[in-house]
């Protein structure tokens, strides 16, 4: 079983709708980030949390520390949204660096 | 302001050959991280550096490959002798001086495409 789960894996979604992609984890971190990949294969980092919740413009990142659990939220999808989202955590004690990434969440908004 | 700059985009190695990728982290930033994707795998974590040291290098395999980020210039990623297994992305992200337990935001590199033919 791997460390860090994301689901769905694959998402396909209309322009306009509300999009949640959820990452669950096994092991006390202290971090939490989620990245896009974008097609071309670039990767932009999102947001990092430990707790509550970020947003910024139409993305929306919360984390429930006790549940082990985060959700990414997508406002008014649009086509340019289509990515990869990877959920990656920091393991408590480990060094910043030492990521354990998800398998990915491949999102296609069509117009 | 720059963001982080990985050269060369593309690199082709034939079996045996070495592989030399670099990283320039973003102004300002003083550690540096080394990632590979395997193709249909996800982001898996190799080696964590600042200026002159390596903090964690516990993702790199035992041969082989070594990292380096000298006190001026890139940072360097090098494979010795490399086989098919080696081909991925090799992505390099920077962040922050690192305060304790402390996280920052990691900034990403466009990656390294590496292919052993």
């Known amino acids: 079983k791997n460390e860090v789960e994301q689901s769905p894996q694959n998402l396909t979604a209309q322009e306009g709708e509300f999009i949640t992609i959820n990452c669950s984890y096994s092991?006390?971190?202290?971090?939490l980030h989620w990245l896009q990949q974008h097609p071309g294969g670039g990767i932009v980092s999102l947001f990092m949390?430990?707790?509550g919740k970020k947003k910024h413009g139409r993305l929306i990142a919360t984390i429930n520390i006790q549940e082990k659990h985060s959700s990414l939220h997508i406002t008014a999808s649009h086509p340019r949204d289509s990515a990869v989202y990877i959920c990656?955590?920091?393991?408590?004690?480990?060094?910043?660096?030492?990521?354990?990434f998800g398998k990915g969440t491949k999102l296609s908004v069509k117009p | 302001n720059a963001g982080v700059m990985q050269n060369p985009r593309h690199l082709v190695r034939r079996r045996g050959q070495e592989a030399r990728l670099r990283c320039s982290p973003m102004?300002?930033?003083?550690?540096v991280y080394w990632y590979r994707q395997l193709p249909e795998e996800g982001l898996k974590f190799m080696v964590y550096?600042?200026?002159?040291?390596?903090?964690?290098e516990s993702g790199m395999p035992k041969e082989r490959f070594s990292a380096e980020f000298p006190k001026e210039g890139p940072s360097i990623l090098r494979i010795q002798q490399v086989v098919r297994g080696d081909s991925a992305a090799y992505f390099c992200?920077?962040?922050?001086?690192?305060?304790?337990?402390?996280?920052?935001?990691?900034?990403f590199g466009p990656g390294t495409r590496l292919t052993v033919t």
């Open positions: 990656a955590v920091r393991e408590y004690g480990g060094s910043q660096g030492n990521l354990i």
């Open positions: 949390l430990s707790s």
């Open positions: 992200a920077s962040s922050l001086v690192s305060q304790g337990t402390r996280s920052y935001e990691q900034y």
């Open positions: 102004k300002g930033h003083s550690h």
């Open positions: 092991v006390g971190i202290s971090a």
């Open positions: 550096l600042q200026k002159e040291n390596i903090i964690d």
